[in-house]
Protein backbone atom coordinates (compact mmCIF):
# COMPACT_ATOMS: atom_id res chain seq x y z
CA UNK A 1 0.00 0.00 0.00
CA UNK A 2 1.15 3.60 -0.92
CA UNK A 3 1.06 5.65 2.26
CA UNK A 4 3.24 7.99 1.24
CA UNK A 5 0.70 8.74 -1.95
CA UNK A 6 -2.35 8.59 0.29
CA UNK A 7 -0.65 10.79 2.64
CA UNK A 8 -0.10 13.45 -0.09
CA UNK A 9 -3.39 12.91 -1.75
CA UNK A 10 -5.34 13.55 1.58
CA UNK A 11 -3.64 16.56 2.98
CA UNK A 12 -2.20 14.41 5.93
CA UNK A 13 1.05 16.14 7.88
CA UNK A 14 2.37 12.50 8.56
CA UNK A 15 1.12 9.02 8.05
CA UNK A 16 2.53 5.36 8.47
CA UNK A 17 1.05 1.93 8.55
CA UNK A 18 1.61 -0.44 11.17
CA UNK A 19 0.59 -4.14 12.31
CA UNK A 20 -1.92 -4.05 14.81
CA UNK A 21 0.01 -6.15 17.08
CA UNK A 22 -0.42 -5.08 21.22
CA UNK A 23 1.50 -2.93 22.99
CA UNK A 24 3.12 -5.54 25.99
CA UNK A 25 5.69 -3.39 26.39
CA UNK A 26 4.12 -0.61 27.90
CA UNK A 27 1.55 -2.89 30.29
CA UNK A 28 4.33 -2.67 33.06
CA UNK A 29 4.05 1.43 32.70
CA UNK A 30 0.83 1.42 32.76
CA UNK A 31 0.09 -1.01 35.60
CA UNK A 32 2.56 0.73 37.92
CA UNK A 33 0.73 4.41 37.48
CA UNK A 34 -2.69 2.36 37.96
CA UNK A 35 -1.25 0.77 41.52
CA UNK A 36 0.06 4.00 42.48
CA UNK A 37 -3.25 5.71 42.23
CA UNK A 38 -1.52 8.11 39.44
CA UNK A 39 -4.67 7.38 37.12
CA UNK A 40 -6.12 10.26 35.84
CA UNK A 41 -10.50 10.00 35.77
CA UNK A 42 -10.19 10.64 32.04
CA UNK A 43 -8.58 7.21 31.25
CA UNK A 44 -10.18 4.16 30.62
CA UNK A 45 -9.42 1.53 33.93
CA UNK A 46 -8.80 -1.16 31.67
CA UNK A 47 -5.29 -1.11 30.77
CA UNK A 48 -5.86 -4.33 28.04
CA UNK A 49 -8.30 -1.81 26.08
CA UNK A 50 -5.30 0.72 26.10
CA UNK A 51 -3.10 -2.06 25.13
CA UNK A 52 -4.49 -4.47 22.60
CA UNK A 53 -6.02 -3.02 19.03
CA UNK A 54 -8.64 -6.52 19.00
CA UNK A 55 -10.49 -4.75 21.90
CA UNK A 56 -11.44 -2.18 19.79
CA UNK A 57 -11.33 -3.78 16.46
CA UNK A 58 -11.90 -7.81 16.83
CA UNK A 59 -10.73 -8.20 12.55
CA UNK A 60 -7.75 -5.45 13.04
CA UNK A 61 -4.97 -6.13 11.44
CA UNK A 62 -3.29 -2.98 10.51
CA UNK A 63 -3.06 0.43 11.47
CA UNK A 64 -2.69 3.63 9.93
CA UNK A 65 -1.07 6.24 12.64
CA UNK A 66 -1.43 9.96 11.55
CA UNK A 67 0.07 12.83 12.68
CA UNK A 68 -1.73 16.43 12.77
CA UNK A 69 1.00 18.98 14.18
CA UNK A 70 -0.87 21.94 16.59
CA UNK A 71 -0.24 25.34 16.93
CA UNK A 72 2.65 26.61 18.82
CA UNK A 73 4.80 28.78 19.62
CA UNK A 74 8.11 29.83 21.24
CA UNK A 75 6.43 32.62 23.50
CA UNK A 76 3.72 32.40 26.03
CA UNK A 77 1.12 35.22 25.72
CA UNK A 78 1.72 37.97 28.32
CA UNK A 79 -0.35 37.91 31.24
CA UNK A 80 -3.70 39.59 31.39
CA UNK A 81 -5.95 40.59 34.65
CA UNK A 82 -9.14 39.61 33.38
CA UNK A 83 -8.43 36.90 31.49
CA UNK A 84 -7.24 33.24 31.43
CA UNK A 85 -4.29 32.17 28.84
CA UNK A 86 -4.85 29.35 26.86
CA UNK A 87 -2.05 26.78 25.49
CA UNK A 88 -1.38 27.08 22.34
CA UNK A 89 -2.74 23.64 21.41
CA UNK A 90 -6.03 25.37 22.25
CA UNK A 91 -5.80 28.55 21.00
CA UNK A 92 -7.18 28.06 16.98
CA UNK A 93 -9.73 25.25 15.50
CA UNK A 94 -9.97 22.25 17.36
CA UNK A 95 -7.42 19.51 16.03
CA UNK A 96 -10.02 16.99 16.42
CA UNK A 97 -12.15 18.48 14.09
CA UNK A 98 -8.76 19.07 11.39
CA UNK A 99 -7.92 15.02 11.60
CA UNK A 100 -11.02 13.94 11.94
CA UNK A 101 -11.90 15.26 8.66
CA UNK A 102 -8.81 13.78 7.45
CA UNK A 103 -9.49 10.60 8.73
CA UNK A 104 -12.87 10.34 7.52
CA UNK A 105 -11.01 10.88 4.02
CA UNK A 106 -9.11 7.93 4.40
CA UNK A 107 -12.05 5.53 5.31
CA UNK A 108 -13.40 6.81 1.97
CA UNK A 109 -10.59 5.79 0.33
CA UNK A 110 -10.25 2.62 1.28
CA UNK A 111 -13.82 1.90 1.08
CA UNK A 112 -13.47 2.93 -2.36
CA UNK A 113 -10.20 0.57 -2.46
CA UNK A 114 -11.61 -2.09 -0.91
CA UNK A 115 -14.80 -2.70 -0.75
CA UNK A 116 -14.77 -5.44 2.41
CA UNK A 117 -12.81 -3.24 4.54
CA UNK A 118 -13.51 -2.88 8.02
CA UNK A 119 -12.41 -0.07 10.35
CA UNK A 120 -12.18 1.84 13.88
CA UNK A 121 -11.19 5.02 14.06
CA UNK A 122 -9.96 7.04 17.34
CA UNK A 123 -8.84 10.87 17.51
CA UNK A 124 -8.23 11.39 21.44
CA UNK A 125 -10.86 10.17 22.67
CA UNK A 126 -10.59 6.19 22.93
CA UNK A 127 -9.14 3.23 24.76
CA UNK A 128 -6.39 2.74 22.92
CA UNK A 129 -2.57 4.37 23.87
CA UNK A 130 -2.21 6.60 20.86
CA UNK A 131 1.78 7.14 21.69
CA UNK A 132 2.20 3.59 21.90
CA UNK A 133 1.21 3.01 18.64
CA UNK A 134 2.89 6.27 17.25
CA UNK A 135 6.35 5.10 18.70
CA UNK A 136 6.01 1.79 16.46
CA UNK A 137 6.39 3.85 13.47
CA UNK A 138 9.95 4.90 13.42
CA UNK A 139 8.57 8.33 13.14
CA UNK A 140 9.69 10.03 16.95
CA UNK A 141 9.28 8.47 20.17
CA UNK A 142 7.51 8.67 23.67
CA UNK A 143 9.95 11.79 25.48
CA UNK A 144 10.53 12.39 29.18
CA UNK A 145 7.79 14.56 29.40
CA UNK A 146 4.86 11.76 28.25
CA UNK A 147 4.57 13.61 24.81
CA UNK A 148 5.23 11.67 21.04
CA UNK A 149 8.01 13.54 19.81
CA UNK A 150 7.67 13.72 16.27
CA UNK A 151 11.15 13.98 14.26
CA UNK A 152 10.10 16.37 12.15
CA UNK A 153 7.03 17.84 13.45
CA UNK A 154 7.98 18.32 17.13
CA UNK A 155 6.21 17.52 20.03
CA UNK A 156 3.25 19.27 19.42
CA UNK A 157 1.71 16.81 17.23
CA UNK A 158 -2.17 15.35 18.41
CA UNK A 159 -2.27 11.31 17.12
CA UNK A 160 -5.29 9.49 15.21
CA UNK A 161 -5.68 5.74 14.52
CA UNK A 162 -7.72 4.28 11.98
CA UNK A 163 -7.87 0.05 12.36
CA UNK A 164 -8.31 -2.11 9.67
CA UNK A 165 -9.04 -5.51 8.72
CA UNK A 166 -6.34 -5.19 5.87
CA UNK A 167 -2.62 -6.46 5.59
CA UNK A 168 0.02 -4.44 5.77
CA UNK A 169 2.38 -2.50 7.86
CA UNK A 170 5.34 -2.81 9.85
CA UNK A 171 7.03 -2.36 12.99
CA UNK A 172 10.03 0.18 12.80
CA UNK A 173 13.02 0.91 15.58
CA UNK A 174 11.60 3.77 17.97
CA UNK A 175 13.59 6.78 16.71
CA UNK A 176 15.84 9.16 19.11
CA UNK A 177 15.94 9.48 22.80
CA UNK A 178 16.24 12.39 25.13
CA UNK A 179 19.73 11.68 26.56
CA UNK A 180 20.94 13.62 29.20
CA UNK A 181 18.55 16.32 29.07
CA UNK A 182 16.45 17.87 32.30
CA UNK A 183 14.98 20.74 30.71
CA UNK A 184 11.53 19.58 31.07
CA UNK A 185 12.12 18.18 34.33
CA UNK A 186 13.12 21.23 35.75
CA UNK A 187 10.69 23.38 33.81
CA UNK A 188 7.73 22.04 34.81
CA UNK A 189 5.25 24.32 36.79
CA UNK A 190 4.01 21.09 38.95
CA UNK A 191 7.00 19.35 39.24
CA UNK A 192 5.13 16.19 37.44
CA UNK A 193 8.07 15.20 35.51
CA UNK A 194 10.72 12.81 36.76
CA UNK A 195 14.20 12.50 35.49
CA UNK A 196 13.58 8.35 35.10
CA UNK A 197 10.66 9.50 32.86
CA UNK A 198 8.21 8.79 35.57
CA UNK A 199 5.10 10.88 35.49
CA UNK A 200 2.78 12.21 37.62
CA UNK A 201 -0.16 13.45 35.99
CA UNK A 202 -1.89 14.95 38.57
CA UNK A 203 0.39 17.91 39.39
CA UNK A 204 0.11 18.76 35.22
CA UNK A 205 -0.79 22.33 34.76
CA UNK A 206 -2.79 20.88 31.95
CA UNK A 207 -4.50 18.19 34.06
CA UNK A 208 -5.38 21.22 36.72
CA UNK A 209 -6.82 23.16 34.28
CA UNK A 210 -9.17 20.12 33.56
CA UNK A 211 -10.20 18.66 36.30
CA UNK A 212 -13.20 18.56 38.36
CA UNK A 213 -14.28 19.77 41.70
CA UNK A 214 -12.27 22.04 44.07
CA UNK A 215 -8.41 22.49 43.95
CA UNK A 216 -6.22 22.42 46.66
CA UNK A 217 -3.76 25.45 46.94
CA UNK A 218 -0.91 23.70 45.53
CA UNK A 219 -2.98 23.34 42.56
CA UNK A 220 -4.16 26.62 42.36
CA UNK A 221 -0.86 28.09 42.59
CA UNK A 222 0.04 25.44 39.66
CA UNK A 223 -3.16 26.60 37.59
CA UNK A 224 -2.35 30.41 38.40
CA UNK A 225 -3.61 32.67 35.22
CA UNK A 226 -3.96 29.73 32.83
CA UNK A 227 -7.95 28.86 32.03
CA UNK A 228 -6.99 25.70 29.84
CA UNK A 229 -3.52 23.37 29.46
CA UNK A 230 0.47 24.15 29.48
CA UNK A 231 2.91 24.56 27.13
CA UNK A 232 6.10 24.58 29.30
CA UNK A 233 7.43 21.21 29.12
CA UNK A 234 6.99 21.62 25.30
CA UNK A 235 8.06 24.93 24.68
CA UNK A 236 11.62 24.02 26.94
CA UNK A 237 12.27 21.13 24.46
CA UNK A 238 15.34 21.29 22.41
CA UNK A 239 13.53 18.61 20.22
CA UNK A 240 11.04 21.39 18.92
CA UNK A 241 13.79 23.81 18.21
CA UNK A 242 13.53 24.68 14.48
CA UNK A 243 11.00 22.25 13.85
CA UNK A 244 9.31 22.98 10.90
CA UNK A 245 5.78 24.68 11.28
CA UNK A 246 3.00 23.25 8.72
CA UNK A 247 -0.08 23.38 10.94
CA UNK A 248 -3.27 25.16 10.11
CA UNK A 249 -3.75 28.86 11.79
CA UNK A 250 -7.12 30.10 10.82
CA UNK A 251 -8.22 32.47 13.94
CA UNK A 252 -6.00 32.12 16.92
CA UNK A 253 -7.07 33.27 20.03
CA UNK A 254 -4.78 34.14 23.35
CA UNK A 255 -6.61 34.62 26.05
CA UNK A 256 -10.74 34.65 27.35
CA UNK A 257 -12.07 37.45 28.64
CA UNK A 258 -13.58 36.29 32.13
CA UNK A 259 -16.38 38.70 32.53
CA UNK A 260 -19.44 37.33 30.82
CA UNK A 261 -18.35 33.44 31.07
CA UNK A 262 -21.24 32.91 33.96
CA UNK A 263 -23.73 34.45 32.25
CA UNK A 264 -23.39 32.13 28.91
CA UNK A 265 -25.76 29.43 28.07
CA UNK A 266 -24.11 26.19 26.91
CA UNK A 267 -25.53 26.78 23.85
CA UNK A 268 -24.13 29.81 23.16
CA UNK A 269 -20.76 28.91 24.93
CA UNK A 270 -20.30 26.04 22.42
CA UNK A 271 -21.18 28.49 19.40
CA UNK A 272 -18.64 30.81 20.81
CA UNK A 273 -15.64 28.81 22.12
CA UNK A 274 -16.71 25.77 20.66
CA UNK A 275 -14.28 25.37 17.91
CA UNK A 276 -10.67 25.34 20.31
CA UNK A 277 -9.97 21.94 21.74
CA UNK A 278 -9.74 23.60 25.31
CA UNK A 279 -13.57 23.77 26.03
CA UNK A 280 -14.26 19.90 25.80
CA UNK A 281 -14.46 19.80 29.40
CA UNK A 282 -17.63 22.33 29.22
CA UNK A 283 -18.41 25.80 30.41
CA UNK A 284 -18.64 24.42 34.03
CA UNK A 285 -15.37 23.84 34.01
CA UNK A 286 -14.20 27.20 32.30
CA UNK A 287 -16.39 29.04 34.54
CA UNK A 288 -14.82 27.33 37.77
CA UNK A 289 -11.04 27.90 36.47
CA UNK A 290 -12.35 31.81 35.72
CA UNK A 291 -12.97 32.37 39.80
CA UNK A 292 -9.82 30.67 40.59
CA UNK A 293 -8.35 33.03 37.72
CA UNK A 294 -9.63 36.05 39.90
CA UNK A 295 -8.67 35.30 42.60
CA UNK A 296 -5.23 34.96 41.34
CA UNK A 297 -5.10 37.75 40.52
CA UNK A 298 -6.68 39.15 43.28
CA UNK A 299 -4.15 37.65 45.66
CA UNK A 300 -1.28 38.75 43.84
CA UNK A 301 -2.47 42.49 44.79
CA UNK A 302 -1.82 42.40 48.30
Request: glycine residues 10%.
Amino acid sequence: MEVERIKEQLGFHDLALVPAKRLDAMASVLMKRKEAGEMLSIEPEDINARLDPAGSLPSAKSIFVAFEQVPFTDVEPESKKGYGRLASFSRDTDYHLLLNEKMARLEEYLKSAYPEVEYYRQVDTGPLYERGFAAMTGKGYIGRNGSFIHSRLGSYVAIGLLLTNLEGGEIHKVAGDCGDCRACVDACPGGAIEFTGVLHPGRCRSWITQKRGELTEGERAVMADWIYGCDVCQMVCPKNKGIEAVYESRDPVHHICLDGLEEESNRSFKQRYGRLSGSWRGKKQWVKNAAYIRRYFNERKK
